[in-house]
């Protein structure tokens, strides 16, 4: 799951290696995600889970600030904010607390670091490393199965579906139990500078 | 006279067998000790520590770690799988590993689950325990969060996350790689690192083994660079090191011993100009090692490295007491009588032999096996040396010599001549003087060093592969760890854990980390005390209410009262070093003996800078082992120790020389010697280098050895320059000998070779005070 961030904006960044014939589209789709160095989007998550008797259902917004990291900022049904950085997740509650977790508390957060990394500079070889990636569509309505390789993720992930066409629009994470997530994104907008506050959040790393 | 013919066939009778011996010990595999950790004394007087030592350091010291890089990941992984296949195919390795650990996610969470009512982190355990404690903000931060760390765990069976917390906190990689396609990666500088583990077929210290090993590695290292110029191949453990060492003490060996040898060969026929001498001289030499050596093998059932090239310099000193007798075979010409000659030179040859063994026993006083080895040889060797000169040499050296001794010896005569004429008493009391107050200064800046790492030199290629290898792969230490000691297995988890409260506030200030066994099975207290804070923060009633509440099946509430419910079982260490996550820390766990439980603590990234007994001072059956402080800290009291023998032997050496010259002729024989000695100091002191326990060892060896030349040359006094020659002759063997073994590139070695060098050159230079202060007069006896 906490892959997924960094799985949502690299894989439209790695499509060019799953996919050699989309080269060209992958390349348009690499330096359109290279111009606007920030990327607002509102999310809705629906996480099916045998647990439960009926969906959790998650609202909030996201951003992404090319170089810093992700806001994660849930608006109901409660209100958490998670900032994700190449070492370090906070996660800061309605009262304003915030709780910092390092790499050093999760030894997962260096990958999920040098992923965001490798999506910065275009590195497009590191999805790979974890997933097998079949794609189709065009620039404009592409689809993405990324499948794990035999490793630790295998074990708890089956499959994860991407589909968009300038930006991601959905998300389908499933887990290997069984249960599944959907994230919805909508209104997507680019912008040149972070906010204020945005900066802020980053800045309290 | 039938008996000294009698004893002369024995002699060479106990030396052939000797030869022999050492021959058949060789033939069957080199008994040749590489092992550094072989030189270190034991320093523990807990018998618990030295077993963890030893559990350590053998886990470390058979087996080899490589790092394949390539800037490209795939590439990388792909190399990396060709590398340890070209390793497999080699035969030099019992098992190659390629592939990472199959740590099994869901096998742990199975393991703990059953026990999670008695499992809480203490981040946990201080949330539970604080009075605004909220339920439903936990529950739902869990059922929310986008990201969570570690293993993932059940919400129904765990819907507050706490046994996922736990197991996220289990030591389960004690490494900084993380797994990509079944390899362990790390990334640095641009380039993707794959780890690979070799383990050697037989003994990494054998010569053999890593002969073959290092060749297996050179040949894949070849071929990979080859197929791949931009790949990077780094290497560390213990067998590459024991394998420098062995490669540049077999050099040491061949230089120092070879050196010698033809030295000592061209100055001897520079003298004598017969191949005879040079061979009874070199007879003798090779009796007094193959004696030595054999005494060694003997006794110690192996030779270490340190030993043979420290005896390869022996050979200068060896052949001295050869030299006498040649030399005063020479002096005689026409009258030469081979037990007159004996008579004539016997004396000398006793007092220089006695004042040499005494240096060399004082050596084997240290708690070090390898310099008590070096003692033992010298001494056998000098010893069954001199013996050969007395017995052997009568028999073979039966006619007179042929050569003219003015002839061979117009450069010493000139010499002795030219001391006669210029040096008074006051000249040489005045030079003496010059002596000490030149050196003062120096004395006054002489620094002591008795850090261990003087023992051994590790060549700098290697120490680079292995510092990178340690900060990528997060592997090894410092040496350091706590060893933690319980009358039963409860007793030693408890104390373990008061310790490792002490430590988490650390990591990150000194440590990266630490690996022990109370993070994988709690105390028996700490899991009731757990069970009983779930218990009353979280009840029953209050957790169905609050479940329902969020929309969980009814199965999640009757999942918590079950294992509320459930205060029977509980997690024992007993069961648990059976089972599978035990497999990667047993070395953590002492084999059980007749007291209780013993655990270590390992540490990670830790750079020295903690201070580890204030750590843990005041916590019960908790001690810090620091075998590099503990060895330090003996250098540093031999090192004092040393001092005071040092006045010890100089009275037992005048003593000696008392015996034979009388009380004011052994005191000017002893004054060259001490100013070398004061000279060699003086000399440490304006270099900068600093003082260490070998170089107090070589100052010893100065006083035995340097003496013996004012021995010489007042024994020969200034009846004739041929006796002189002889003196002139043994310095300069010994000094090149010596001279020599200051060129090794073991620091204990270079530290003895260069007081050794300077304290008898200065010997040399001024043994002839002696004949001036006592007036050329033969001595008294």
């Known amino acids: 799951m906490r892959r997924l961030i960094a799985i ?116 497009t070889g590191v999805l790979k490393d974890i997933f097998a990636i079949a794609a189709d569509g065009t620039p404009d309505a592409w689809r993405l199965a990324l499948t794990p390789k035999p490793g630790p993720v295998s074990q708890y992930m089956r499959q994860i579906r991407l589909a968009g066409g300038r930006h991601v629009d959905r998300i389908r994470i499933e887990e290997a139990n069984g249960d599944s997530t959907t994230i919805t994104f909508r209104n997507t907008a680019e912008d040149d500078v972070p906010s204020a506050e945005e900066r802020a959040r980053f800045g309290s790393r | 006279m039938a008996w000294r013919q009698w004893a002369a066939y024995l002699w060479v009778a106990i030396a052939l067998a000797c030869a022999a011996f050492v021959g058949l010990r060789f033939s069957q595999g080199s008994p040749v000790e590489a092992d550094l950790l072989a030189l270190l004394p034991p320093t523990e007087r807990n018998p618990n520590a030295e077993a963890a030592v030893k559990v350590l350091s053998d886990r470390l010291g058979n087996r080899v770690l490589f790092l394949v890089g390539h800037p490209d990941g795939n590439q990388a992984k792909t190399l990396a799988h060709d590398f340890a296949d070209r390793l497999r195919q080699s035969d030099a390795f019992a098992r190659v590993i390629d592939q990472a650990p199959k740590v099994d996610g869901k ?59 736990w197991l996220s906190r289990l030591p389960l990689a004690q490494t900084a790689l993380t797994i990509e396609d079944g390899v362990l990666v790390a990334r640095d500088g641009g380039n993707t690192y794959v780890l690979v583990l070799a383990e050697p077929t037989g003994n990494a210290f054998d010569a053999a083994t890593q002969g073959k090993v290092v060749a297996a590695v050179d040949a894949a290292e070849t071929r990979i660079k080859a197929q791949a110029p931009q790949a990077a191949i780094l290497r560390t453990g213990g067998l590459f090191y024991g ?37 009874l001289g070199m007879g003798t030499v090779a009796i007094g090692i193959a004696c030595g050596m054999a005494s060694v093998l003997a006794l110690d059932g192996k030779i270490h490295l340190i ?21 005063a075979h020479l002096d005689s010409g026409d009258q030469w009588n081979p037990e007159a000659g004996l008579r004539r030179v016997l004396p000398g040859l006793a007092v220089a032999v006695a004042t040499s063994l005494i240096g060399y026993g004082a050596l084997s006083l240290t708690p070090f096996p390898a310099v008590s080895q070096i003692a033992l040889f010298a001494f056998v060797g000098l010893s069954t040396a001199w013996v050969s000169v007395v017995l052997l040499l009568p028999r073979f050296v039966r006619r007179p010599c042929g050569r003219d001794a003015d002839q061979s010896v117009r450069l010493p005569r000139r010499i002795l001549s030219t001391w006669r004429e210029k040096a008074t008493p006051r000249l040489v009391a005045m030079l003496s003087l010059a002596i000490i107050a030149v050196s003062i200064p120096g004395w006054l800046r002489l620094a002591p060093d008795d850090d261990v790492r003087q023992l051994v030199s590790r060549p700098a290629s290697l120490t680079e592969q292995e510092s990178v290898i340690r900060r990528l792969a997060g592997a090894g230490g410092s040496g350091r760890f706590f060893l933690v000691e319980g009358g039963n297995d409860e007793e030693a988890l408890q104390r373990e854990e008061a310790l490792t409260e002490r430590l988490l506030p650390k990591i990150g200030h000194g440590i990266a980390g630490f690996s022990a066994i109370s993070d994988f099975v709690p105390s028996q207290a700490t899991q009731d005390l757990n069970r009983r804070l779930l218990a009353s923060a979280l009840p029953q009633d209050k957790v169905a209410k609050l479940l329902d509440g969020q929309g969980f099946q009814p199965a999640a509430a009757q999942a918590w009262s079950a294992a509320l419910a459930d205060t029977a079982s509980s997690l024992t260490l007993a069961d648990w070093r059976n089972g599978p996550l035990a497999m990667p820390v047993k070395h953590q766990m002492l084999p059980p003996g007749t007291s209780g439980m013993a655990l270590l603590v390992t540490l990670t990234g830790d750079d020295g800078s903690l ?128 001279g020599l073994l200051s060129l090794s590139s073991m620091p204990a070695l270079h530290q003895f070779g260069l007081v050794l060098l300077i304290g008898v050159g200065c010997s040399v230079l001024l043994a002839p005070i002696a004949l001036t202060l006592a007036g050329g007069k033969k001595p008294c006896a």
């Open chain 2, 107 to 165: 096998l742990v969470a199975e393991i703990y689950a059953p026990y999670r009512a008695a499992l809480l982190t203490s981040a946990d355990r201080k949330l539970l325990q604080d009075p605004v404690f909220d339920a439903e903000a936990l529950l739902l931060r869990r059922m929310y969060q986008p990201f969570h760390a570690g293993l993932p765990t059940d919400t129904a069976v765990d819907p507050f996350g706490f046994l996922q917390h």
């Open chain 2, 307 to 327: 030993t043979l090239v420290f005896g390869a310099s022996l050979i200068g000193e060896a052949v001295d007491y050869a030299i006498q007798y040649f030399a």
């Open chain 2, 611 to 738: 201070d580890l007994s204030a750590l843990s001072a005041g916590l019960p059956g908790i001690s810090v082992v620091d075998k590099t402080a503990s060895v330090s800290a003996l250098f540093a009291e031999y090192r004092r120790l040393a001092t005071l023998w040092l006045p010890a032997a100089l009275a037992i050496v005048l003593a000696i020389l008392a015996a034979r010259y009388g009380i004011r002729q052994g005191t000017v024989i002893l004054i060259p010697t001490l100013l070398a000695m004061g000279a060699a100091l003086a000399a440490y002191g304006y270099s900068g280098t600093q003082l260490t326990l070998f170089t107090m060892m070589g100052l010893v060896l100065v006083l035995g050895v340097g003496v013996n030349y004012a021995i010489f040359v007042v024994e020969a006094g200034d009846r004739a320059p041929a006796p002189f020659a002889g003196v002139v002759l043994s310095a300069a063997t010994t000094i090149l000998s010596f």
């Open chain 1, 8 to 123: 949502l904006f690299l894989a439209v960044a790695t499509w060019a290696q799953a996919a050699p014939s989309a080269d060209d589209l992958a390349a348009r789709l690499n330096q359109r995600l290279e111009q606007k160095p920030v990327l607002r989007a509102e999310f809705v998550q629906e996480k099916q889970m045998a647990a439960f008797k009926k969906p959790l259902v998650t609202r909030g917004r996201l951003v992404f600030v090319r170089g810093q990291g992700v806001l994660w900022k849930i608006e109901s049904p409660l209100k958490l904010t998670y900032v994700l950085t190449d070492d370090r997740i906070v996660e800061i509650g309605e009262d304003g607390n915030a709780q910092a977790r390092t790499a050093q508390d999760l030894p997962g957060l260096a990958q999920v670091g040098r992923v965001f990394r490798a999506l910065l500079g275009a590195q």
């Open chain 2, 243 to 279: 394998h420098a060492a062995r490669t540049s003490a077999q050099r040491e060996v061949d230089l120092i011993g070879g050196g010698s040898l033809i030295g000592i060969l061209i100055l001897l026929w520079s003298l004598f100009r017969s191949l005879r001498p040079l061979a």
